[in-house]
């Protein structure tokens, strides 16, 4: 199964995993641009203790490189995992949270039952 990578911006050491994602972690903006020009990202996550000056620089720079590229804000590690999925799932697959149920067998043999008697 190929994973889908994750940029994490943080001045903190994390050692985060998520599920089907492979993260990556840098502790500068200047670092993930570097980073950004490399390789494609599904998303950049920043830690909230970057200064809005950085991240808005860290958001310019993402709507030049590639648009399609989600900018999170997370607080810690813990709400690094629900946040990522969180902003990637519904823009990417938003018939994944749908869930249908398709009961027309149990239809079908009530609608016979009913009808025998």
Known sequence: MKHLEVL???KYTTT???LN???FTVDTIETAIEKLQQQPYKVVAISHNFNE???RKLNQI???LDNTIILVEYNNDKSLSETVK???WPKNKPGAERNYLDNWF???LANSIHSNQ
Do not use: C, F, G, M
């Open 8 to 10: 994490v911006v943080t």
């Open 16 to 18: 985060q995993r998520i």
């Open 21 to 23: 994602w492979q993260v």
């Open 53 to 55: 000056v950085d991240k």
């Open 62 to 64: 993402l709507s030049i």
């Open 86 to 88: 969180a902003s990637y």
């Open 106 to 108: 149990e239809i079908k």
